[in-house]
């Protein structure tokens, strides 16, 4: 079961203000863990414009899935005669489970919309430069109170028969994938087979397993019982789009049963990463291990892919940017205008935001350790750019970059 403070911590409640002039601005983030720079980077991922009253919109970007309702309340001084707000329950890090469920909060949302255009502080709240949630109760609590509901909902989803980290929906496909392998390797063949390799290279591409998508061995060594597998086209996430998080624990399931089948021995699957969570991946990878293998080892292997991966991206952004714009052209450039163009050229930063001499990053590579991405990272762009920069890394896989820190210092 996931526990309420794992929840709370993720979830976030937004109340933004539409003003005719300077756009949405976020009045008011309910939340256990707050950060003002992921705030206002959050605000640039809400749109009015598709947006229709008292209807709940939900949308996915990097690592968060948001669910958002538009209203008005009248106000004859304000243009056009209303003010327009968005409420918004904003997920960090969703599981399949929250993703497939964020649309069934729109009930909850609506009670507490409700009870919002009737708050006549709501007015007041909307023409302040900058008001504190302590100072209206009245608002702090419906806020507080739709949060508590929305983790509510969401805690149930993980009572029951279900145990283990992952969430529940994928619980379930988990376990169906495994019953799915195993009646798959029942009714293959092993004729005329020479090797383990070469019977998980055939029942790969057979028509049984590859409907799911085009499987690729990456890396496989029987002896020491562990491989990684990428998988093009899964149709999980071709249905399901771009959804923030992980969708392939079908696909985990049907793996866990066939290398469990080949190796003789329980092994777990885990999808390390999934081409459902950015908009640039186009392949799932998949790492094998034995279920009593020393967990530092899983841990050094996992994070020895990812660090490949890493590599493998730097690599391709620099091919971008020279192909582009070519090596001499790129390094005359202003600092601020080589680490824009950077930016867009990573494939492991989803998204980035300007502050002046600062900059926002979704990095990709966020949940894993410091000295395995971050350090090195921090030396590569600073190697790239010509400039002394400096990286720290915050909540929710958003990294802060600056540059000319030390030129300040010198001058004071």
Same mark, same amino acid.
């Given at each position: 079961m996931v526990e309420r403070t794992d929840l709370s911590n993720r979830i976030n409640v937004m109340l933004f203000h539409f003003d005719q002039r300077l756009g949405p601005r976020l009045l008011f983030n309910v939340a256990e863990v707050s950060d003002p720079r992921i705030t206002s980077a959050l605000t640039r991922l809400m749109d009015f414009n598709f947006l229709q009253e008292?209807?709940?919109?939900?949308?996915?970007?990097?690592?968060?899935?948001?669910?958002?309702?538009?209203?008005?309340?009248?106000?004859?001084?304000?243009?056009?005669?209303t003010e327009q707000f968005m409420i918004s329950i904003v997920i960090f890090d969703p599981t399949i489970t929250e993703y497939l469920m964020v649309s069934s909060l729109e009930e909850e949302m609506e009670q507490t919309?409700?009870?919002?255009?009737?708050?006549?502080?709501?007015?007041?709240?909307?023409?302040?430069?900058?008001?504190?949630?302590?100072?209206?109760?009245?608002?702090?609590?419906?806020?507080?109170?739709?949060?508590?509901k929305v983790v509510e909902v969401f805690q149930e989803l993980f009572y029951g028969q279900f145990e283990g980290k992952k969430d529940a929906i994928s619980q379930i496909l988990g376990k169906i994938g495994n019953e799915a392998g195993k009646k798959i390797i029942q009714n293959h063949s092993t004729k005329n087979i020479k090797s383990s390799r070469a019977y998980l290279t055939e029942i790969l591409k057979s028509p049984k397993i590859s409907r799911w998508g085009k499987f690729t /061995?990456?890396?496989?060594?029987? =002896? !020491? $019982?562990?491989?990684? +597998?990428? &998988?093009?086209?899964?149709?999980?996430?071709?249905?399901?789009g771009l959804m923030a998080t992980k969708a392939c624990a079908f696909?985990?399931?049907?793996?866990?049963?066939?290398?469990?089948?080949?190796?003789?021995?329980?092994?777990?699957?885990?999808?390390?990463?999934?081409?459902?969570?950015?908009?640039?991946?186009?392949?799932?990878?998949?790492?094998?291990?034995p279920r009593r293998m020393n967990q530092e080892k899983v841990s050094?292997?996992?994070?020895?892919? /990812?660090?490949?991966?890493?590599? =493998? !991206? $730097?690599?391709?952004? +620099?091919? &971008?940017i020279e192909t582009d714009m070519g090596k001499a052209i790129f390094q005359d450039l202003d600092p601020m205008i080589r680490?824009?163009?950077?930016?867009?050229?990573?494939?492991?930063?989803?998204?980035?935001?300007?502050?002046?001499t600062k900059f926002l990053i979704v990095c990709n590579y966020w949940r894993y350790p410091d000295e395995i991405i971050c350090d090195s990272c921090e030396k590569w762009i600073e190697e790239k750019c010509k400039e002394k920069i400096k990286l720290v890394k915050s909540p929710h896989r958003i990294c802060e970059i600056s540059y000319g820190f030390e030129k300040k210092s010198k001058k004071k």
């Open positions: 008292m209807k709940a919109i939900v949308n996915a970007m990097a690592n968060v899935v948001y669910s958002s309702m538009f209203f008005s309340v009248p106000n004859p001084l304000a243009r056009g005669g919309t409700s009870k919002l255009m009737m708050l006549t502080e709501l007015i007041i709240i909307a023409n302040h430069s900058n008001p504190s949630l302590e100072n209206f109760p009245e608002l702090s609590s419906d806020l507080h109170d739709l949060k508590d /061995i990456l890396h496989y060594d029987p =002896e !020491d $019982r562990v491989a990684n +597998i990428s &998988l093009k086209n899964s149709i999980w996430t071709d249905s399901l696909i985990e399931g049907i793996l866990e049963s066939l290398f469990s089948h080949i190796i003789g021995e329980p092994i777990i699957c885990n999808e390390m990463r999934c081409a459902a969570e950015y908009s640039y991946v186009q392949e799932c990878y998949f790492q094998i291990a050094y292997r996992e994070e020895q892919t /990812i660090r490949d991966m890493a590599l =493998e !991206d $730097r690599r391709k952004t +620099i091919e &971008l680490l824009i163009q950077l930016f867009n050229k990573a494939p492991f930063i989803s998204d980035f935001y300007i502050d002046e």
